[in-house]
């Protein structure tokens, strides 16, 4: 019963360097997310994938890319670590209730800790 | 304006008391409530989500939403240790998208 599969679950990069946080569900969800979580700025959505092969930006993409590898896969990429990017980092998947497409719940991943110095 | 406010404490009780989670929003559009709980060093889970207005009860926590003042909040009753955790509040979008919007969520600390 696995869920939402994150990995790795820590890392630290030094600024500049690249690196590729890998997500995995198996809940057949359609719709999958990257989250961000810092002290006082609560979870800010990254990018998100509403189906494979589609995927929109949230509120904080700058120095992010992503691929929606198959529909249980969804990569988030940093091509050049800045220490602003020192998160904690969430995935997650969902699908909605198709009478009722607002009601909604999320499954979130444990998190990936990075830090770039 | 953050569509979702919420104060992120500390907020610290005695086990036993009665606690009250709060969150403001801006887009009356938002038909959704959410609570998410989040133990340390894992992700959020959810907690209870309401619709519109109105109570949701569920055991010791109860969802109230009051759509006139864009007021949500979430009661836990004889608080135990257990609860203690970040608990974020959520919307989802409107209109068939899934996309949640989180509060910066209270850190609750049950004190034996």
């Known amino acids: 019963n696995a869920g939402v599969t994150q990995t790795p679950k820590f890392q630290v990069l030094k600024t500049g360097q690249s690196m590729t946080l890998q997500c995995a569900q198996d809940?057949?969800?359609?719709?999958m997310y990257w989250y961000r979580q810092d002290p006082g700025m609560g979870l800010r959505l990254i990018y998100y994938?509403?189906?494979?092969?589609?995927?929109d930006k949230g509120e904080v993409p700058n120095g992010y890319n992503v691929s929606r590898l198959n529909k249980r896969e969804f990569s988030l990429r940093l091509e050049s670590a800045a220490p602003s990017q020192t998160s904690v980092y969430f995935c997650?998947?969902?699908?909605?209730?198709?009478?009722?497409?607002?009601?909604?719940?999320?499954?979130f991943g444990q998190g990936t800790r990075l830090t770039v110095v | 304006q953050k569509e979702v406010e919420q104060d992120p404490g500390p907020l610290s009780v005695p086990e036993g008391a009665i606690v009250s989670l709060n969150c403001t929003y801006s887009?009356?559009?938002?038909?959704?409530f959410m609570w998410y709980r989040q133990y340390s060093r894992k992700g959020p889970e959810l907690l209870m989500y309401?619709?519109?207005?109105g109570n949701k009860e569920d055991g010791r926590f109860t969802a109230q939403v009051d759509k006139s003042s864009k007021y949500i909040s979430l009661f836990i009753r004889d608080s135990q240790p257990s609860d203690s955790a970040t608990y974020l509040c959520?919307?989802?979008?409107?209109?068939?998208?899934?996309?949640?919007?989180f509060g910066t969520g209270t850190r609750l600390t049950i004190i034996p």
């Open positions: 997650a998947s969902s699908e909605a209730d198709s009478e009722d497409l607002g009601n909604t719940e999320a499954f």
């Open positions: 887009n009356s559009a938002f038909q959704y």
């Open positions: 809940m057949n969800h359609n719709s």
């Open positions: 309401t619709y519109s207005s």
């Open positions: 959520a919307q989802s979008h409107p209109f068939g998208n899934e996309k949640l919007t």
């Open positions: 994938s509403a189906s494979e092969g589609t995927t």
